[in-house]
């Protein structure tokens, strides 16, 4: 994996039409991936607290593995659009330990209130690699 100063960041478009983000766990690189968010929220005609919503789950989830992450790791976050026009982010660090976020934390009641669904998972390969993934749907799409 590529090292990163802490200006740097890596934009990718995938080939499932997505967008991967991959910058230094540094507090101060999480408006790139709250602008990457509100922009693809933007270009899905979500309502503005809708992409308020995705813009405060994203960052969220990003400071969460922030706080997890190992000596010198990366951010990584993937966004793609499903066909119904729902926005799934998944985020991932290499950690420090096997622990994962605190699901008990107030963040993490916030970030499950903002978003249709939030998924976390610890890999355990050459140490730690802890996931988070959230999907979030247009404010017209969700069952009421």
Do not use: N
């Not at 090292?3 to 499932?16: G, I, K």
């Amino acid at each position: 994996m590529p090292a990163f100063s802490r200006t740097d960041y890596e934009v990718a478009v995938t080939q499932l039409s997505g967008v991967e983000l991959r910058m230094a766990a540094d507090p101060t690189q999480l408006s790139i991936v709250r602008a990457v968010a509100a922009d693809i929220a933007m270009r899905q005609d979500f309502d503005l607290d809708s992409i308020e919503d995705l813009k405060l789950a994203v960052d969220e989830t990003c400071s969460t593995l922030i706080t997890l992450a190992a000596q010198d790791a990366v951010l990584s976050a993937h966004f793609a659009v499903d066909d119904k026009g729902a926005v799934h982010v998944s985020a991932k660090i290499s950690a420090k330990s096997a622990s994962g976020p605190d699901e008990a934390s107030f963040g993490w009641r916030v970030l499950t209130a903002l978003v249709d669904s939030v998924q976390t998972r610890v890999e355990e390969t050459e140490g730690f690699v802890v996931h988070i993934g959230l999907v979030k749907s247009t404010a017209g799409a969700v069952d009421a």
